[in-house]
């Protein structure tokens, strides 16, 4: 609970848990806190759900968690009494426990069906006091269907459940009385009106036997129809900025819901919502639909968010990572950053060349200068660290005072320090990557260092490298092949004897083997 989610979802409905399915298999951390109150929960089953018809509301929820906490998200009881900004976070208050904090929102609380003042109406809210056709008409399809009227839409919503029973009666309880129009339209449909208030339910053996008038006189029903008002559930969330809006139907409201755009976003940059608390219309299956949307437009703008980020840390990796110190900062992380083996190409290279002065461009911890003298050249080794040039001086020393008296160790950067021109038998770059104006300015610097006869040698990671496992920096345009390489020497001066990708079997990261190719130019600048 201490750490910051990529989401917190509000609310554990249909809507709810659909946005947080949909983010925990984009591999987001989620929270979801749930207060326990389902608006549909004292329904016994839900229907009009495509595979799903006729699971209880507890059962759709209990698998709904289930599948959430099976990606790795989590779903914690708890009420959200409050939400502010922290920051560039959002932080989420409980009613008990600590708060949560969360780069997205996500609200999904419903709404609050506001009933009548009926007495024993609520009682029976979801079981044979119903408001939707499509979600109750066919199981009392042909019964005695009561239309309680709250408002103008009453007339409508009698109509609508006619569809469903040929036994509909329409009491308008405390509105007007239809107009001749309306009540010839309602004759013509066999949809009978009872203009007396209503005073309450007849009940017998726990089931709905009719609605009792104020005249006392008791009419027989099955079920009743109630329009309720639906008042979208946002306390506590006031503080964001988040606003209900009110919800008409032909001229008459009848309720108030968040305004969101297609995605689910609200007006407040971060937020979210999904279901009944932004449409109050919509359906178990439609809200879950909607947090899905919702769930995929929050992934959506972190990616978006993370992109960013990526970019503005590669910008400001790829302006940083050639210094001086950065180079002291790696050396510095740990003991040792390489094999402290020479590298294989500059061996299978180098081995047949008589021995003179060598350039060891890069040297690190200095392995190849190592190798180099101990096969006799005496050798230049550069490097932009002095961390790695005492490393390198330690090892040689290690190898004997005669091999290590065969080696100069120079600090430089020969970007801004060029090596003597005319002067070695081998220059050896190693695995030099360099944007590529700087690297085409180095390269052309060492080819002019070789002496007449001399032989540059280049080995870089090839670009395929990319598509492997393999560690690798990603900055494609540093990559480079031996064959751009060799077409930057002028063939008048230069004899390339190798111009090739050689493969090598390395071990990734995560322990497997895989297949890297080597950018191999070597090259011999023509007496």
Known sequence: MDQTYDVVVIGAGAAGLSGALALARARRSVLVVDAGEPRNAPAGQMHNYLSADGMSPAELVAAGRAEVTGYGGEVVAGRVV??????????????????????????????VDELPDVPGLARRWGRDVLHCPYCHGWEVRDRRIGVLATGPMAVEQANLWRQWSPHVLLFTHRTPAPDAGTAERLAAREITVVSEPVAGLELADDTLAGVRLAS???????????????TARVD??????????????????????????????????????????????????????????????????????????????????????????AWEERYSARPAVWSGRPNPQLVAEATDLAPGRALDVGCGEGADAVWLAGRGWR??????????????????????????????????????????????????????????????????????????????????HHPSDLRTTAH???????????????????PTGWEVLAAESRPRTVTDPEGRRTVIHDAVLRARRRP
């Open 379 to 460: 050798v230049t080794a550069v490097d932009i660290s002095r961390t790695a040039l005492d490393r390198a001086a330690t090892h040689a020393a290690e190898a004997g005072a005669e091999l290590a008296g065969r080696i100069d160790w120079l600090h430089a950067d020969l970007r801004e320090r060029p090596p003597e021109a005319d002067r070695y038998q081998l220059v050896s770059a190693q695995f030099m990557h360099l944007p590529e104006q700087e690297r085409g300015e180095l390269f052309g610097r060492l080819a002019a260092a070789v002496a007449p006869g001399g032989t540059l040698l280049i080995v870089g």
């Open 472 to 490: 690798r920096m990603h900055f494609p345009e540093m990559m480079y092949t031996a064959e751009e390489v060799a077409a930057t020497l002028d």
């Open 236 to 325: 506590g969330l006031e503080p964001l900025g988040l606003k209900p809006v009110d919800v008409e139907l032909g001229g008459h409201v009848i309720g108030s819901q968040l305004p969101v755009d297609p995605t689910g976003a609200t007006a407040v940059p971060g937020v979210w919502a999904a279901g009944n608390v932004a449409d109050v219309r919509a359906q178990v299956i439609v809200s879950a639909a909607a947090g899905l949307t919702a769930g995929a437009a929050i992934n959506a703008d972190l990616i978006a968010e993370e992109t960013r980020a990526a970019l503005a840390a590669h910008r400001r990796t790829r302006a940083e990572m050639f210094t001086e110190a």
């Open 82 to 111: 409050g939400a502010d900004r922290d920051g560039d976070v959002f932080r989420v208050t409980l009613a008990d426990g600590p708060p949560v904090r969360a780069r997205r929102l996500l609200v999904a609380t419903g709404l």
């Open 216 to 230: 006392g006189e008791v009419v027989a029903v099955d079920a009743l129809v109630v329009a309720s008002r639906l």
